[in-house]
């Protein structure tokens, strides 16, 4: 039987066999596109999630930023930016700063790992359709870009009260943020299905 595509824009059904999977596509209805030619392959996956772990190493490991300011100095790491919010009463938005740049970021790329080495070698990872649809539900909630705006506009607006040095795990984050940019547009469901070498059951 098979498989059966939806427009994303008019919900209209389309066999997914009317045209090979690396051609763009469009409705026939609404012709919003339906499919896009994909070039993307497992090892640039694999090697912007190898890249992501370490940079996400370095952004949690080395001092976010330090402030100078009266002879005083200090410094934080993006945990400890977290932390300083659950300090100050702000418990919800802690829990929310954590899970969103720290456990959603690193569920992501260990999740993408998990599935796309076994595939490099021709191998299937345990409960591999598990963890495609857990990566798609946590893609969502990696919030690493709008820590990082927020990030830059509150160390912006600091630098008229303390001399602010932004710290490795700054430039770290400036990377890590378009590192994951790349790897999620590489990596979207139909792609890894595709590469599980069949469409979503
Ligand atoms: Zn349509």
Redesign the pocket.
């Known amino acids: 039987m098979p498989l059966v595509m939806l427009?994303?824009?008019?919900?209209?059904a389309h066999r997914c066999t009317a045209a090979p999977a690396f051609v763009r596509t469009?409705?026939?209805?609404?012709?919003?596109p339906?499919q896009v030619a994909r070039d993307a392959t497992i090892d640039t996956a694999i090697a912007l999630a190898a890249c992501a772990s370490v940079l996400m190493f370095l952004a949690n490991v080395y001092p976010l930023v330090a402030m100078h300011v009266n002879g005083a100095s200090r410094q934080t790491t993006l945990i400890g930016a977290a932390l300083g919010l659950y300090d100050q009463h702000y418990k919800m938005l802690a829990v929310l700063v954590f899970l969103t740049i720290f456990v959603a970021p690193l569920l992501h790329v260990v999740t993408l790992l998990y599935v796309l080495v076994p595939m490099w070698i021709g191998r299937s990872a345990y409960g591999q359709n598990f963890v495609i649809r857990l990566i798609t539900r946590v893609r969502p909630w990696s919030f690493t870009e709008v820590f990082l705006l927020g990030s830059v506009v509150a160390l912006v607006r600091l630098a008229k009260f303390a001399h602010v040095v932004p710290g490795i795990a700054l430039w770290s984050c400036v990377l890590l943020m378009l590192c994951l940019s790349a790897m999620t547009s590489r990596t979207s469901s139909e792609q890894l299905w595709q590469w599980a070498g069949r469409g979503p059951p």
């Open positions: 427009c994303p824009a008019c919900d209209l469009r409705c026939v209805r609404c012709h919003k339906l």
